[in-house]
C-alpha cells in the first residue's frame, strides 16, 4: 500500500466545522464574499423572501469570516499525476497568486478547497430540479432544501419554508429517502459531513446509539438506559440472530476470528471524556465472559471494573466517572474457547488528582467512598473523618454526585476484592495508606524565620499520618521539612522553604497513591493469571483516553494526544490493509490510495536529539530548567517544523491530526521529573508496616533497571526515568502488541456536554468525529467504492428494470445487463467476483428509477388488486350469504326441536300433576264416604243386632214387606261388613302388637337403668351399713371395755353413757332417713323423665302425622318444655337441700369420729397413769 506523505500544516482544530467553504474566499483581513454569494457580486438572494436568512441561521453580513489552513504538498506529490492532493496543490496555488499582494502574518490562514470541502461528491447533482440539497447556515447549522429551479449562475431553494438563491457550487447533494438511517455510513450515496451528522442524528432519536462507518463501531452516548443489553440479545448475536451494529456484533466478531484463524484480537475504544468508553468496555467484557465463561473465572475478571474504577475514576466537569488512566485487559482463552484468565495493564495515572482537585471536580472515587462507607470499626482504626475536613479533597466545594451512593459503592467494592481474592489483611492495609495520603494532606507548616524556612506543625494530622504510615513523628517531620544533600563524603541537612515543603509533602502524597494503585493491579493479575493454562489465544480490550483539547492544556493532555496520535497511524494503516485486500480478493482493478499520513506529527513528538520527548527529558535534567526555558528551547529548535507552531511566552502549539492544540509548559518539567526525594523514599522503607516497604523497594528497583535519559536532581535525589520515557516506552510495547492483533475499533461520541438524553449537538459530535478518525474513515472509503452490494442482491433489486426476461440468466449477467442498459460510465463501477462496487452517488440513480418503476408498477398493481378484491369480496359475500342462511336454518330447526322436546315434557308434567291431584281428592272423597258409611252402618248393625222383632217392626213402618230371603241377604251384608271390620281389628292389633313391643323395649331399657340406679343405692346401702356396722362394733367393743374393767374409773357417769347412746342412735336414724330421701328423689327423677319422654314422643308422632288429635302439636310442646322447666327447678332446689343434709351428716360422723378418738385417748392416758 502506498503512502503519500504530507508534509503540510495541519488544519487548526477551532475550523474544522468550516470545511463546505469555498476557495474563493480571501483572508480573514480582505475582501469576500459569502458562500451563498454569486461571482459576479451584489446581493446573493435577489428576492425579500428570505430577508431574515441572517437571523434565522445566525448570518451577518459585517461578519468577519474565519478561515482554515490550507495543507501543503510535498514536491513529490506535486509531480506526481496520480496523487489526489494535485488538484488540491493547484487550486492552492491559484489562490496563493491572487494573494500575493495581499500577504498576511502565518496566524492568518487559508479556506479548505471546494473539492476538499465536498469530499469529492459530485456537485454537478447539485443541479437537478427538486433534488435534495445540503446548505450551510453561518452558525454551523446544516439545513436540508430542496431545489426548485437551476441555472448556471445561480439555483432557487427552499429551505425551512423559504426561498434561497444559491450558487450550485455551494450545495452539498443529500442522500435518497431509502439510504435515511442506515446502519453503515458506508451504503451513503454522498458521504459528505451534512450527510454523515444526519444520519447519525436521525439513528441517535430513534435511540439506535450503533453505527457502522466501514471498519469502525460508532457508540453514541445515549446518557438513559437502552433495552439493548441482557442475556437475551446475547444470545441473538451468538446465535447470528441480530446483525445490526452492537459492541456485542464486535465481541463476537473477535472471539470468531480468533478461533478461526487463531489469532489474537484487539478492541480499541477511544473517545473524549464522557464519551461512554468505560461503559462499552464492560459490555464488550461482558459478552465475552458470557460466551466463554464456565470455569468461574470470567466473574472475577467482571469484579476488576469496580475496583479500577474506583481507584482510577474521578468526576470531572465533562463526566461523572471518567477514567483517569489507560487500561489495556488482556483475556486469555483456552484452547475450547473458555476463558482461562486475564491480564490489566495500566497507563499514566493522573497523579495530580490527588492532591490538586479543580472546582467543581472531584478527586478519585475511592477517597469520597472510604469516607462515606467505612464500617465502625475500620473508620475507628483509620480516624476517619468526613469528606469535607481533609485539605485534599475539600479545594472542590463537590463531594456528591447527583445519583451515586459512595456508601453502596464502598460494599460493592469490598465484596470485589473478596471476589479477586484479595485478602482482609490486604484490604485493611490498603486502607490504610488511603487514610495517610488524606492526612497527609492536612498537615501544615509555619514559617520560623525571615527566610521563610518552615516547620511542621504538631498537630492532629501529623501524629495520625506517621501512625497511619507506620514511621515515628520525628522521621516524618524530618523529611517534610529538610533535605540532605551529598557534599562529597559529607551529608549537609538543608531546612526547606514553604512552597519546597510543600512539594515535598505532596510528591510523597502522589507516590504512596500512585504505587498503592500500581500494587493493586498487580494483585488482581496474580487472582487472574493464566499459569499453564496459556494458550496463546487472547483478545485484548484498550480502554484509552481519547483526543482531548481543553481551553488550558498541561503535560497529560500532552501525553494523551501524542498516544491517540499513535492509535491513530495504526487505525489509518489498518484500515487501508482492510480496504486493500477486500479489492484484491474480489479481482477488481484497483489503484493504491494515498492517504494523509501522520508521521510528520509522530516524528515531532519522537525524533532524536530535537523531539518533544528528548528536549523535555533534556530540560528535566537541568536543575536549574524552568517551564520557561523549556517552551524558549522548544521555539528555537523547533520552528521550522509545519507541525508546530510557537506561541508568546510559555505556551507552543501542535497540529494533531483532528486539529491544532495549544500547550502550556507550566509543571510541564515538574511533572515529567516525577521527583521523590532520597529522604521520602528512606521514610517509606524504615516504616514499620508491609506496603509502604514494598513501595519503596519498587522505586529502587525501577531506579536500578531504568534505561534511557536519567538525571540526578540533586546530590542524593534518586535517578528515575522520566514519565514521558516511561510512557513513550508503554506505548511502544503496546502498538508492538497491537500490531500483532487483528483490531476491531469503536469510536465513542458525546452528543452533548450537559449529559442530558435526547439532545444532540452537531458541531459538538463533528469535532469528535474528526478528532476520533471516524471522518477520516468515510474520506478513504469515499476515495474508492464504498457502496458494494452482491450480485445476487442488485440483481433481485434492479433486475425487473431489465427490458428482456431475465428469469433463466445468472446474477453477474443481469447485474451487467442493468449497468449496460442504463449507461453507467465504466469508471463509475467495478465487476469484482462476488460483488458490484460503485462510486459514490452511482447507486442513487438506480434508486430513482427503481422507486419510478415501483410507483408506477404499484399503481397498475393498486388498480388490479382493487378490482380482483372486489370481485372476490361479491364471490365471498354471496358465499357468506349462503352459508348465513344453513347456519341459520340449521340453528332454527335445533331450537325448533328443543322447544318441541320442551313441550311434551310439560304436557307429560302436568298429566301426571293433574292425575295425582284428581287421584288424591278421589281417594281423600273415596275415604270420607267409607268412613262416613262404616259409621252409619255399624250403627245400624248395633242398633239391630239380635233383634229381629224391632228389624221386623221397623220394617213394617217403613211399610216394608220383604220376605226371609231378603232377611238373609241383609244378615249376609251384615256379616260381610263384620268380617271387614275384623280384618282391620287385626290390622290394629297388630299395630298395638308391634306398638307394645316397643314399649317393652323401652321398658327393658327403663328397667335396665332403674337397676342400675338400684345397684348404685344398695352400693351406697352397704357403704352406709359398713360404716354403721363399723361404729356398732366400736360402740360394743366400747362397752365390753368398760364391763371388763372392774379396777379401773375413768370418771365417766352413766349420764354421758346414756347422751353417747342416745346420739348413736340418732345419728343411725338421720342416716336412714336421709337414705330414704335420696331413693325418693331418685324415683322421682325415673317418673318424671319418663312421663315427659312419652308427652314428647306423643306429640312428635302426631306433628308428623303418624298419630291423629284434635290439638295443637307446637303449642302443647311449648307447654309440656315450660312444665319440665318448672319442675327441673324445683327439683334442682330440693337436691342442693338434699346434698346440704349429706354433708351436715358427714360433719357430725366425722366430730362423733374426733370424739372416739379422744376417749381413747383419754382411756390409754388413764391406763398408762
Known amino acids: 500500500m502506498q503512502v503519500s506523505v504530507m508534509e503540510n500544516e495541519r488544519k487548526p482544530k477551532d475550523f474544522q466545522a468550516l470545511k463546505s467553504l469555498p476557495i474563493d474566499f480571501k483572508y480573514a483581513d480582505s475582501t469576500g464574499f459569502h458562500p451563498i454569494e454569486h461571482s459576479e457580486g451584489g446581493d446573493p438572494y435577489n428576492s425579500e423572501k428570505v430577508s431574515d436568512l441572517y437571523e434565522n441561521g445566525g448570518y ?57 470541502c465536498r469530499w469529492s461528491d459530485k456537485s454537478v447533482y447539485g443541479g437537478k430540479k427538486k433534488l435534495r440539497v445540503w ?34 457550487e455551494y450545495l452539498l447533494p443529500a442522500n435518497p429517502d431509502i439510504l435515511v438511517g442506515v446502519n453503515d455510513l458506508m451504503q451513503l450515496s454522498y458521504l459528505n459531513e451534512p450527510s454523515v451528522l444526519h444520519n447519525l442524528q436521525y439513528r441517535y432519536s430513534q435511540d439506535m446509539i450503533y453505527t457502522k462507518a466501514g471498519p469502525v463501531l460508532v457508540a453514541i452516548n445515549p446518557f438513559k438506559a437502552v433495552p439493548y443489553y441482557g442475556n437475551d440479545y446475547i444470545e441473538a448475536y451468538r446465535r447470528k440472530k441480530m446483525d445490526d451494529p452492537h459492541v456485542y456484533a464486535i465481541a463476537d466478531l473477535a472471539i470468531r476470528e480468533m478461533m478461526r484463524d487463531e489469532v489474537n484480537q484487539s478492541i480499541i475504544i477511544s473517545g473524549e471524556s464522557g464519551a461512554g468508553k468505560t461503559e462499552t468496555a464492560k459490555i464488550a467484557m461482558q459478552y465475552l465472559a458470557a460466551l466463554g465463561g464456565g470455569s468461574g473465572i470470567e466473574y472475577e475478571i467482571l469484579q476488576t471494573n469496580p475496583i479500577l474504577e474506583a481507584f482510577g475514576n474521578a468526576k470531572t466537569l465533562r463526566n461523572d466517572n471518567s477514567s483517569r488512566f489507560g487500561k489495556l485487559i488482556e483475556i486469555q482463552f483456552s484452547v475450547t474457547g473458555k476463558i482461562s484468565g486475564a491480564n490489566v495493564q ?66 460493592t467494592l469490598m465484596e470485589a476484592l473478596d471476589i479477586v481474592h484479595v485478602s482482609k489483611e490486604d484490604q485493611d492495609n490498603a486502607f490504610t495508606m488511603l487514610a495517610a495520603v488524606l492526612w497527609l494532606g492536612n498537615i501544615s507548616f509555619q514559617v520560623i524565620d525571615n527566610e521563610n524556612h518552615v516547620e511542621v506543625v504538631s498537630d492532629e494530622a501529623l501524629k495520625n499520618a506517621a501512625d497511619l504510615i507506620g514511621c515515628s513523628v520525628d522521621n516524618l517531620v524530618l523529611a517534610l521539612s529538610t533535605r540532605k544533600i551529598q557534599a562529597g563524603n559529607d551529608a549537609i541537612v538543608q531546612k526547606l522553604k514553604l512552597p519546597q515543603a510543600t512539594d515535598t509533602r505532596d510528591a510523597l502524597a502522589k507516590s504512596i497513591y500512585a504505587s ?48 491517540n496520535e499513535r492509535l491513530q497511524q495504526h487505525f489509518n494503516r489498518h484500515l487501508f490493509k482492510l480496504e486493500q485486500e477486500e479489492y484484491i480478493q474480489d479481482g477488481i482493478d484497483w489503484t493504491k490510495v494515498d492517504f494523509e499520513d501522520n508521521q510528520h506529527c509522530l516524528n515531532l513528538f519522537e525524533k532524536k536529539p530535537l523531539g518533544l520527548l528528548s528536549l523535555l527529558d533534556e530540560e528535566s535534567t537541568f536543575p536549574n530548567g524552568t517551564d520557561l526555558t523549556f517552551a524558549n528551547k522548544l521555539k528555537q529548535h523547533l520552528s521550522s517544523n509545519a507541525c508546530f507552531k510557537g506561541e508568546r511566552g510559555k505556551a507552543f502549539g501542535v497540529a494533531h491530526y483532528a486539529g491544532e492544540v495549544l500547550y502550556n509548559t507550566s509543571g510541564f518539567l515538574e511533572k515529567n521529573r516525577d521527583l521523590l526525594h532520597s529522604d521520602s523514599i528512606q521514610l517509606l522503607s524504615s516504616c514499620r508496616y508491609k506496603l509502604p516497604q514494598v513501595f519503596a523497594a519498587n522505586m529502587l528497583n525501577q531506579s536500578e533497571k531504568s534505561s534511557g535519559q536519567l538525571w540526578r536532581s540533586t546530590g542524593v535525589d534518586l535517578q528515575r526515568q522520566s514519565v514521558a520515557t516511561k510512557f513513550k516506552g508503554q506505548l511502544f510495547r503496546l502498538m508492538q502488541r497491537l500490531e500483532s492483533t487483528t483490531p476491531h475499533f469503536i469510536r465513542c461520541i458525546k452528543p452533548n456536554n450537559m449529559q442530558l438524553p435526547g439532545i444532540y449537538e452537531q458541531g459538538l459530535v463533528l469535532q469528535q468525529l474528526k478528532c476520533c478518525g471516524v471522518l477520516e474513515v468515510v474520506r478513504i472509503s469515499r476515495s474508492g ?38 449507461n453507467i460510465l465504466p469508471d463509475m463501477y467495478q465487476v469484482g467476483y462476488t460483488k458490484l462496487f460503485f462510486r459514490t452517488g452511482q447507486i442513487g440513480v438506480l434508486e430513482d428509477t427503481r422507486n419510478r418503476t415501483l410507483h408506477g408498477i404499484l399503481g397498475v398493481q393498486k388498480c388490479f388488486r382493487g378490482h380482483q378484491v372486489r370481485g372476490h369480496f361479491q364471490e365471498l359475500k354471496k358465499g357468506v350469504a349462503v352459508l348465513q342462511s344453513f347456519v341459520r336454518g340449521e340453528r332454527a330447526r335445533r331450537e325448533y ?9 310439560a304436557v307429560v308434567i302436568q298429566r301426571e300433576v293433574k292425575r295425582k291431584v284428581a287421584k288424591k281428592h278421589f281417594t281423600d272423597y273415596r275415604d270420607a264416604a267409607v268412613v262416613i258409611q262404616s259409621v252409619i252402618r255399624g250403627w245400624l248393625v248395633r242398633r239391630c243386632s239380635g233383634n229381629l222383632s224391632l228389624l221386623e217392626l221397623t220394617m213394617k213402618m217403613n211399610g216394608l214387606k220383604d220376605s226371609g230371603t231378603e232377611l238373609i241377604t241383609m244378615k249376609a251384608w251384615e256379616l260381610a261388613e263384620l268380617q271387614r271390620r275384623v280384618v282391620r281389628a287385626e290390622a290394629s292389633l297388630r299395630e298395638k302388637d308391634e306398638e307394645n313391643e316397643l314399649l317393652h323395649q323401652k321398658l327393658h331399657q327403663y328397667e335396665s337403668r332403674w337397676s342400675e340406679y338400684e345397684s348404685k343405692m344398695k352400693s351406697m346401702e352397704e357403704v352406709w351399713q359398713n360404716q354403721m356396722g363399723s361404729l356398732q362394733t366400736t360402740l360394743a367393743s366400747a362397752k365390753r371395755s368398760l364391763e371388763g374393767d372392774e379396777g379401773w374409773n375413768f370418771g365417766i357417769s352413766p349420764g354421758q353413757k346414756k347422751e353417747e347412746a342416745a346420739g348413736s342412735r340418732h345419728l343411725e336414724r338421720e342416716m336412714s332417713a336421709g337414705l330414704s330421701v335420696i331413693e325418693r328423689l331418685a324415683e322421682e327423677f325415673e317418673g318424671r323423665r319418663r312421663v315427659f319422654g312419652d308427652d314428647a314422643d306423643f306429640l312428635v308422632e302426631v306433628k308428623s302425622g303418624r298419630a291423629e288429635a284434635g290439638l295443637d302439636p307446637d303449642i302443647e310442646l311449648r ?45 390409754s392416758n388413764s391406763r398408762v397413769m
Not at 537 to 546: M, N, P
Open 60 to 116: 451577518s453580513k459585517e461578519d468577519v469570516l474565519s478561515s482554515q489552513g490550507m495543507e501543503t504538498v510535498s514536491e513529490t506529490d506535486q509531480n506526481d499525476e496520480d496523487s489526489p492532493y494535485r488538484t488540491k496543490m493547484s487550486k492552492l496555488a491559484e489562490v496563493s497568486s491572487e494573494n500575493d499582494e495581499n500577504s498576511v502574518s502565518g496566524s492568518q490562514l487559508f479556506l479548505p478547497s471546494l473539492d476538499e
Open 135 to 168: 446548505c450551510q447556515l453561518r452558525n454551523g447549522q446544516w439545513e436540508l432544501g430542496t431545489v426548485q429551479s437551476t441555472s448556471e449562475e445561480e439555483c432557487t431553494i427552499i429551505m425551512n419554508g423559504k426561498v434561497v438563491n444559491v450558487h450550485p
Open 346 to 411: 495500566t497507563f499514566l495515572l493522573e497523579k495530580s488528582r490527588v492532591v490538586q482537585c479543580t472546582e467543581g471536580e472531584r478527586s478519585y472515587h475511592i477517597f469520597y467512598q472510604l469516607c462515606a462507607g467505612a464500617p465502625p470499626a475500620l473508620r475507628g482504626k483509620l480516624r476517619l473523618k468526613s469528606a469535607n475536613e481533609y485539605n485534599y479533597l475539600k479545594q472542590s466545594t463537590c463531594f456528591e454526585i447527583d445519583g451515586v451512593d459512595d456508601a453502596k459503592n464502598f460494599c
Open 516 to 563: 498503592l494503585f500500581d500494587w493493586l493491579v498487580k494483585q488482581i493479575n496474580k487472582s487472574l493469571e493464566v499459569g499453564k493454562r496459556r494458550t496463546g489465544r487472547s483478545i485484548s480490550i484498550l480502554d484509552i483516553y481519547g483526543f482531548e483539547s481543553f481551553h488550558t492544556n498541561s503535560f497529560e493532555q500532552f501525553c494523551i494526544n501524542y498516544a
Open 785 to 822: 467504492y464504498p457502496t458494494r452490494m452482491t450480485h445476487q442482491k442488485f440483481a433481485r433489486r434492479y433486475g425487473f428494470l431489465l427490458l428482456e426476461d431475465v428469469a433463466s440468466r445468472d446474477p453477474l449477467s443481469v447485474s451487467v445487463a442493468i449497468l449496460h442498459q442504463f
Open 897 to 905: 326441536e328443543i322447544l318441541i322436546r320442551r313441550h311434551r315434557a
Open 1119 to 1163: 307447654k309440656l318444655k315450660r312444665l319440665f322447666d318448672a319442675w327441673k327447678k324445683d327439683y334442682n332446689s330440693r337436691l342442693r337441700e338434699t346434698k346440704s343434709v349429706l354433708h351436715k351428716l358427714g360433719n357430725e360422723e366425722a366430730q362423733a369420729e374426733k370424739a372416739r378418738r379422744r376417749w381413747w385417748l383419754r382411756r
